[in-house]
């Protein structure tokens, strides 16, 4: 996504904040801030907002609906698809259906069978005690029967990366939508990927046909780059009151066009910074190019550093 120029937004050098008042941003808050722009697949900072918590839904209503179909959702590296997987996990979890995650794309079909299986009979099933392809899909069947058909359940088998699948595996997980009991499917894969997965996807008209839901995360807008920062922060820190100023938030988007991965990265980096020099705020001039305006902060008095 090309970044937007905004004339609004002026090159400055940071502003400090005034003395803390008692609600305002202390050290602990900035420390507590840098947590919630690290790698984590923690669903609390899962974002709702604009599109995820949509998706979420949606793929929740599939899986649940009992249709004999898939859901694919794709995304630049970096869009969010690992958190709002993790998110999706949860919600399912919830409503007590069995979630199978595939994470390394390259396993070929036959692995897959002995992955699904494996996490079917909660232990590493080893590949000698079903040697062939028949003999592990009719395990693969025999334990969704036992612990997914007849608890009454439904089975989400969730796919990561899934690009790098190579089309037989893909077939293959399509094949096993097939299987179903009663008339009534038990199974739903969701394929997670880049979106080059899309394209693979339309070229297989038998995999195409059982596309029920196909998304493709897409970078945040402005508001939603805004929103995205504060709610990590709050569910950091507890505090109403963040670091970032609106003026930086509206550059911090300009320069990461919106991908929360770069958000995160550049907001951590940022706030390590901020505490290195006992800065309560982060203005604008942190995300601007010239560096040497970031430092002329250091010359600012005691009463502008961070307190506690």
Known sequence: MPLKNNASVESESLRLAPEPAPDAVTRATVEASIAAFGETRDTRFFFPGEQAGQVVEALVQL???GDMGLG???GEPGCGKTLLRSELHRRLNELDCVCVTLENGWLDFDETLLELLSQLEGRRVQSAEYPGRYDRLAAVKQS?????????R???LLVDEAQQLDDATLEGIRSLTNISAER???MTPILFGHTSLADRVETSPALASRVRMNHRLRPLSESGTAAYVRHRVAVSTGAGEG???SDALRVLHRETGGMPRIINQRCKTTLETALERRLAVVDRGFFEEEPEKADSCRSWPDSCLLSG
Not at 145 to 152: D, K, M, N, P
């Open 72 to 74: 694919l959702v794709i």
């Open 144 to 152: 969704l029967l036992e612990r997914v058909v007849g608890a009454g």
């Open 63 to 65: 899986v649940t609906g």
């Open 154 to 156: 439904h089975l989400a």
């Open 184 to 186: 009534q499917n038990f």
């Open 243 to 245: 670091p970032f100023t």
